[in-house]
């Protein structure tokens, strides 16, 4: 039996790729839609390529074209924690698994690296993006990061070494 994630292929590309940045101005237009403008946290490419950190997306092997529908990343704190950054579905792909697919592939290859917790900072408009989280064992954390001083800002944290 054939599942919506046979179809469905990740691969690791740098910050630079096409497809990375197409995502990544889907998700910026999503921010002006939300918040009213697009995400300023700083972004270092090089903090994206492995062992520090990676970028992933997913293809629809369906078609012909292979094209990009999700993507995320995670890259490594100062402290040795990995943070995810940039966890998007294109809309129109929404309700497939993907998010959750992508999570579980950038989990894993932090842990290969050596990871052994990870974190995310989000925001509470994101209400379906924390039910995932926590659906696969995030929890609250004090806060971080860029926008940690923001009252909206929601963090969660969850160690790598209880995943199988």
């Not at 292929?9 to 995502?23: C, G, M, S, T």
């Not at 995320?72 to 402290?79: F, I, M």
């Not at 690296?113 to 659906?135: C, P």
């Amino acid at each position: 039996m054939t599942t919506p994630h046979d179809a469905v292929e990740i691969r690791a590309l740098p910050y630079d790729h096409p497809d990375v940045q197409q995502l990544v101005e889907g998700l910026q237009q999503l921010y002006v839609e939300l918040y009213g403008g697009r995400d300023d946290s700083p972004i270092d490419r090089s903090e994206f390529e492995l062992p520090r950190g990676t970028f992933a997306v997913a293809y629809d092997t369906t078609d012909a074209e292979e094209a990009p529908v999700a993507m995320g990343a995670w890259r490594l704190l100062p402290d040795g924690r990995a943070e995810l950054k940039r966890m998007f579905v294109r809309p129109d792909q929404r309700g497939r698994g993907l998010s959750r697919l992508v999570l579980g592939w950038l989990e894993q290859s932090a842990r290969t690296s050596g990871v052994v917790d990870m974190v995310i900072e989000t925001n509470t408009v994101h209400a379906e993006a924390i039910r995932l989280y926590e659906s696969v064992g995030y929890a609250p954390i004090p806060a971080y990061g860029h926008y940690s001083d923001e009252p909206e800002t929601v963090s969660l944290g969850r160690s790598l070494a209880e995943r199988d």
